[in-house]
C-alpha cells in the first residue's frame, strides 16, 4: 500500500499554488504519487571512511494533472522559481503525519535557487 504525501507550494510572491486536494485537513493540497530525493555519503575506497560531508540531492515529485498543473507548467517554463515548498508524509494506517526524519520537510529555496 503506498504512503500518503502531500505538496503545499508557494510562488514568488508567497502567494499559495492551489492542488485540488479536497481532504479535511489537507484542503488545497498537491497529492504526490512519487517523492525522489538521494543522500550520498562519499567515502574513501580503501577504508570506507567519510572524505566529505554527504551530498543531498533535490527533491523531485510526480503528480497527477489537478488544479495546480497549468500555473507550474507556466512557472517551469518561464524559469520562475517558488519561494517556499512543504511535504507531508502520512502514515498508512491512520494518515496522520508520520513521526521522524520525514515530517513535514519544509524546504525553501531563495535568489538564483542555489
Do not use: C
Not at 500500500?1 to 499554488?17: C, F, H, N, Q, S
Not at 555519503?41 to 527533491?59: C, E, I, M, V
Not at 517551469?76 to 522559481?81: A, H, K
Request: charged fraction near 25%; proline fraction near 4%; glycine fraction near 10%.
Amino acid at each position: 500500500m503506498a504512503i500518503p504525501v502531500y505538496l503545499w507550494l508557494e510562488d514568488d510572491g508567497g502567494a499559495p499554488i492551489k492542488g485540488s486536494v479536497d481532504v479535511n485537513g489537507r484542503e488545497g493540497s498537491i497529492e504526490v504519487s512519487e517523492l525522489m530525493h538521494s543522500v550520498e555519503q562519499p567515502t574513501d575506497p580503501l577504508t570506507g571512511k567519510a572524505t566529505a560531508k554527504r551530498l543531498h540531492s533535490s527533491y523531485a515529485f510526480m503528480k497527477s494533472v489537478d488544479n495546480s498543473s497549468a500555473y507550474l507548467y507556466k512557472a517551469l517554463s518561464s524559469g520562475q522559481t517558488l519561494k517556499k515548498g512543504r511535504v507531508q508524509i502520512l502514515s498508512d494506517q491512520l494518515q496522520r503525519p508520520r513521526r521522524g526524519i520525514f515530517q513535514d520537510y519544509v524546504g525553501k529555496r531563495e535568489g538564483n535557487g542555489n
